[in-house]
């Protein structure tokens, strides 16, 4: 069974908003406390990330790039019924074989080539030992992680947030949209300008980061979507900046 993450709503900060990130000013934004409280009574805990074992929350991880998670769980299923869900396994299997079990994922062809990578790059780096590979310093992992064929920023603080229970904040599409909706980032903002602002803005806690990154994805599919968004029905509503109509 997954593990599950049991928190309670509210926690408290001494660090305020980067003012960079607020268009009205730090002092005239909702803290990122308000947002975790309101998300957290609405929704309650997401016992997120599913997995049984690490390497398999790796491994989707890896699949969920570009599709939905529901593709993925049929690809984690047929490597699951061929006993395919550890990294030695990966690294034996034939390409082609590998390719068409996570067919469902999509981009089956680069995921299979990137999952390759992956364990090839554990069993160089650590013996095929995730304890070890994780026993590694966050900064310096997650450097090494990035220069893995086909692990990107996202997919890197996946791993370490999730299988890993590395202090990170994992950013994503929902995140951005969510934090430009709300006139807390723009376009300019990379990747880790958004995941240095929730990581300064925080309690450096990682069931806080597990949870509250969950709830922004819950947040995102239901309400916050790319098209046609239902604000007026969004727990988040109240802190939409008045008169700014939501991005189409």
């Not at 928190?7 to 001494?14: A, E, G, I, K, V």
């Not at 997120?48 to 699949?63: D, K, S, Y």
């Not at 949209?177 to 300019?188: C, D, F, N, T, W």
Request: hydrophobic fraction near 40%.
């Amino acid at each position: 069974m997954p593990a599950r993450v049991h928190l309670q709503p509210s926690f408290s900060t001494s660090n305020p908003i980067p003012r960079e990130f607020s268009l009205g000013g730090a002092n005239a934004s909702p803290k990122l406390s308000d947002y975790y409280d309101t998300l957290f009574a609405a929704f309650g805990p997401q016992y997120w990330w599913p997995g049984r074992t690490p390497f398999e929350i790796i491994v989707g991880a890896i699949l969920t790039q570009n599709t939905s998670w529901s593709n993925v769980e049929l690809a984690i299923q047929n490597l699951r019924r061929k006993k395919l869900l550890t990294p030695g396994a990966i690294e034996a299997v034939s390409f082609g074989r590998l390719a068409a079990l996570i067919r469902s994922s999509g981009y089956f062809r680069q995921k299979a080539k990137k999952l390759k990578a992956f364990v090839r790059f554990l069993r160089a780096e650590y013996q095929g030992s995730l304890a070890k590979m994780f026993r590694t310093p966050t900064r310096a992992l997650r450097d090494q992680l990035l220069g893995v064929h086909g692990i990107g920023p996202e997919t890197a603080d996946s791993i370490l947030l999730y299988a890993g229970r590395h202090l990170v904040f994992v950013v994503d599409a929902y995140t951005r949209r969510i934090l430009e909706r709300h006139q807390l980032a723009g376009p300019k903002h990379s990747y880790e300008d958004v995941r240095l602002f929730f990581e300064r803005s925080l309690p450096p806690d990682v069931p806080l980061y597990n949870e509250f990154h969950a709830l922004i994805v819950q947040t995102g599919k239901d309400y916050c979507r790319k098209r046609n968004p239902r604000c007026d029905q969004c727990p988040l509503q109240d802190f939409l900046p008045e008169r700014t109509p939501p991005a189409s």
